[in-house]
């Protein structure tokens, strides 16, 4: 049974478009790495900048083996890099019911 994530990325200064292009490599490597199920990420954005994407682990064991997977762990490296992680539920829109953000094509 898959297990959905969703992660927030706020871009460090000057680094949105850095970030944007990592984003949308992540769920390409964890694909082809065989982490994923075959449902497309959603990628949004949060008032403040912060990007959130949705996607779709295979399993929660897949989940794990992500994190001894050198691919997966050079664009995590990247990530880290270019973006902060804040909680979900520090985003205003989180903050009321129905949260809503502005769709990121990618």
């Given at each position: ?39 497309l990420p959603y990628v ?43 909680p979900l539920a520090n ?16």
């Open positions: 049974m898959g297990q959905f994530a969703i992660a927030c990325y706020r871009p460090k200064l000057g680094q949105e478009q850095a970030l944007l292009d990592v984003i949308r490599e992540h769920a390409r490597i964890l694909r082809k790495e065989g982490f994923l199920t075959d449902k949004m954005q949060a008032k403040d900048g912060t990007f959130i994407e949705v996607f779709e682990w295979k399993s929660p064991e897949a989940k794990q083996e992500a994190h001894q997977n050198a691919a997966v762990g050079e664009i995590w490296q990247k990530f880290g890099d270019y973006a902060e992680f804040p985003l205003e829109e989180c903050r009321r019911p129905f949260a809503s953000f502005v769709s990121v094509k990618l």
